[in-house]
């Protein structure tokens, strides 16, 4: 339990972190005259963002979970939290992110979980907060094995996860020419 907690605070200051930069964009982008935030579009992003971290902060996620499971049964070793358990608790998940991602849009029924991610009409900041909730059960902690079997402790990645999450945000914006990759995934 101690493991959702450290995930739902971090999650819980980070939300304001969000709306700060999505704030931020909307004001880049009127000044910029390429304003494309949606007020309304906007709102709804943020509420769906809202609804999915009250989701994560009640503990309704089974992720957290199912990697405490994996690593209490399956670690090959054991290893203390170190600087070199960070980077591969990040690599994991960015790992474990990417091929998820790449299943969401790959097979219609991850699609359909996902399909709400898409359905703005623009891309900003904002829409990186647009999740479904439906996601309870994911698949992505099955991409976490190769952490859990070098015995990577869940409150490692309880703590990475939302980091990596705010890694993950700046996706989503149209200001920011390139970020080392040459195309982006529809």
């Known amino acids: 339990m101690l493991v959702m907690e ?6 819980l200051i980070a939300m304001p972190a969000f709306l700060a930069l999505v704030l931020f964009e909307k ?6 005259g390429k304003d494309n935030v949606r007020t309304a579009d906007m709102i709804s992003s943020l509420l769906s963002g ?21 690593v209490h049964h399956l670690a090959l070793c054991h ?48 829409c990186a907060l647009r999740q479904s909730i439906s996601g309870i059960v994911k698949i992505f902690a099955v ?25 993950q945000f700046w996706y989503h914006t149209v200001h920011i020419n390139k970020m080392g990759c040459s195309k982006k995934l529809s």
């Open 143 to 167: 991409f976490l094995l190769p952490a859990a079997l070098l015995g990577v402790p869940e409150k490692v990645i309880a703590i990475v996860a939302p980091l990596h999450l705010f890694a």
């Open 79 to 126: 290893v203390k939290a170190g600087w070199l358990t960070y980077m591969i608790a990040f690599l994991a998940l960015d790992f474990s992110g990417y091929v998820v991602h790449r299943i969401q849009h790959t097979y219609n029924f991850f699609w359909n979980g996902h399909l709400v991610h898409h359905s703005s009409e623009e891309f900003n900041l904002a």
């Open 50 to 70: 809202v609804t999915n971290v009250t989701k994560d902060v009640l503990g309704l996620s089974v992720v957290v979970y199912g990697y405490g499971w994996m």
């Open 27 to 32: 004001w880049y982008a009127w000044r910029k």
């Open 6 to 11: 450290t995930y739902g605070k971090i999650l």
